[in-house]
């Protein structure tokens, strides 16, 4: 993925051609599907357009969570929802601003991989305050 995506710069993904993007479609290294390799470079420009409203893709983040980790109580992984009223919120605006793919499951997930949401068991050495 890194070397088909340019190493992940944004710039040159979010220019990236129709013509590139379609010769993905034949690279067996890579998922295959075209609305998933053409969300790429969407994102990419709407990840962009976000940087220059907002300062930063980290400050729009942030600002959903007014600046702090949001620590849920989880006695058991199992109790955890797949997705919330805050990573609906967000897919949703994020679906506004052009973003394809970011459903609220996978919006929660990277929240959660983001460090925006804890939702890490009660008893586990990395919730926050138990270290």
Sequence with gaps: FREAFHGYQIQEVAEMTD???????????IIRNRAKIFATRANAQAFLQVQKTFGSFDAYLWSF????????????YHLAPAKTALSEKLSQD????????TGPVAVLAFL???GLIDDHENDCEWK???K
Excluded: C, Y
């Design 19 to 29: 013509g590139e993007l379609e010769a993905m479609l034949e690279n067996p290294t």
């Design 65 to 76: 969570v007014e600046g702090k980790t949001i620590v849920n109580d989880v006695p058991d």
């Design 128 to 130: 926050s305050g138990n």
């Design 112 to 114: 959660q991989a983001a």
């Design 94 to 101: 994020l679906k506004k601003r052009g973003f394809k793919f």
